[in-house]
């Protein structure tokens, strides 16, 4: 025999468990239309973002990992194992877990057309852009899957039927959705749950996945992640298929409970490990942006703006075309290095910068319009386009949201004008800016 | 089907504890090639746990198991290459059919049966594409004995394979596993139906609590029985005990409906002697069943279970 007979029954079973997943209304309607309507939820609530659900993708996806691995997995096994089928498979002439690895692999085929399905569904339906790295998409959804389904793994050796298994599923699903970064935006969620979040792979599937859609850099940053993810599905899939179990009365016992105690010693390992590394600082909290919706950004008016060449928000033309190219240089220079224009959140990064503009304006600096000039360029090389847009909106439609600065000696403005009137020009500088994004205003 | 090689099971001292519980304590059996043994015993004599133990899904706490002369506890893989098994609890999915269960278990052998040859051998062609969950129970059991047979096992083991069939379902798979002895295949069932056990077993091991109390051919366990025939009959003119009592080597008699139930030394006499009562008297027979000591008066003997615990 024997290789060859075994590789060959494997691909078998492989095919099979492939056939009868298509064959199982349950499976399909967990394995696929659950996906879709979790997809169609989130572009309910997101449609807004512009480009609609880009930046929710790495949730919608993890969520449809977490689903088909922790818990469609495991229901499938046990329910297996509850027929009496896994009896009847020990009877083959191969060791029960490369049938288990035959199944995995299948699954992990089934969970990544979910992905797909997902994916192209979202730019039929919502217009959500493809993600940007594809072939990395593919590659990082393989750690992804492997953290989960290694936990789906250990969920099956330690449920003793179907039931136990949705019990111990949703004790790793739920957490993760509401407090662990998956279902509720990281930015979104109290200081507490944030840090709590480092603790469970949820979070780091998230980061990972999106990097694929959102982050130029791609994967450079995601190193972390993917180790956590990593540790996490070794450690649980090591114990999984050490007390997988082929028949229903075969239990764990102690080592069942020494197992769950190794899988959640590595999640508080790769949770101490990301707190020591200064990877669970709170988020900023959220500045509301990213709410805004193009219906509202375009019953904004710019009819009330004065000129730019005019007393109150003076504007200079574009730098090429400046009489002054030196000294909008080192304006450009100075904002760069202006740690306010740094904070995290980029919302209010940009309220702080265009703060600088209201303050030049309202102290009548000499170069306020070049100030003014040089503060839309920072924000346009600083923000993505379709962001700003928003930010800009939301301060224009939120204009007492956040904080503005009133004062910033280190850039040469040493006025302290009042903070309401700061605001005031903060938001005409934010319609001038949004009307030149949206090509409502000419920019010349 | 060609057969590779016969076929010689040989357990020894076989001891199985769950616990504090002894399941199986030394149990020594052998089945030649193209035998049919059947080991029968009541709930929790071991039977079920004896078969793991040969199929490896279970470790003995001790003993040894050769199977063609191969240590089968050391080599477990090769074993199940060489064993065909159908199991009491073991199931399949439901939207499997009959044709992709056989070619999902054949390509695990070598030189596994040809599916189509199984089908129809096991009557399943036309249900190849069946769905499992659709098929009767025996064509459930059909299914699970073409999925023994796949590796063209020397020796088959089933346990239970009868169990939950309709009389012609039990009647079929009776007939099918008498096909396979004739093929010289040896068998190694565990069965609760006693007439089933003595209509194609040619040896039979009885389990109580673990141990293997006898053993032999049916016609040998019978012979050792304690029990006696039965003659239960009816005349037109009823009779009364003392007569019934002085037929010749009647041993006791009691009223059973409207006649008499009487265990005998020797039946022959007992209804010669009858049959001169009745003439003398004028009387006549309306009905005579004789019961001859069974496989079940043995089985209640060794095990000593009541009538209410046999199916």
Known sequence: MKRGSTFSGLIQHFRLVLQLNFRSTQALIYGYLMPVFFLLAFGSVFRGDTPPLLPEMGQILTITI???ACLGLPTALVAERERGVWRRYRLLPVPTLTLVLSTLLARLLIIGSAIVLQIFLARLVFHTPLPSHSAQLALTFLPVAFAFMGLGLLVAALANDVPAVQALGQCLFLPMILIGGVGVPLAALPAWAQEFSGFMPGRYAVDVLQRCFTDPSAGRGAGFSLVALGIIGLAAG?????????????RGGRLAGAGLAIALLSWIAVGAAAAWTGRLQPLPTSSGYETITAAQMDQITYDDLPGDNELVTRLAPPFARSSEPHQSDEIAYKLKAWPPAHVADAGQAARNLLSVAAIADIAADLHEAEIGRAVFDELQERIGRDQLRRILAWVILS???????TTAPELGLKRHPPERIVRERSVLYAKKYLGRLLGKIRDN | MALSSPANLSV????????AVEAVRGVSFEIAPGEIYGLLGPNGAGKTSIIETILG????????????GVDALAHPARTRREIGAQLQFASLQDKLTPREALNCFAAFYENAVPVE???AQFSLTNKAAASFDSLSGGQKQRLFLALAMVNRPNLLVLDEPTAGLDPKSRRELHDLIRQLKADGRSVLVCTHYLDEAHFFCDRIGILHEGRLVASGSPEELIATSVAKTRLTFRTRQPLNAVDVGALAEVLDQYVHDDGWRVSTADANRTISALVQKLAADGNEMLDLQIQRPSLEDVFLELTKTTWSALP
């Open chain 1, 66 to 68: 977490l689903g088909g």
């Open chain 1, 238 to 250: 090591v114990v999984g298929a050490k007390l997988f179990r082929w028949d229903v009365g075969r």
């Open chain 1, 399 to 405: 204009p007492d949201a956040g904080t503005v600065i």
């Open chain 2, 12 to 19: 020894r001292d076989l001891t199985k504890r769950y616990g």
């Open chain 2, 57 to 68: 899904l279970r470790a003995p706490d001790a003993g040894a198991i050769t199977l063609n």
């Open chain 2, 117 to 119: 040859e199984l089908l």
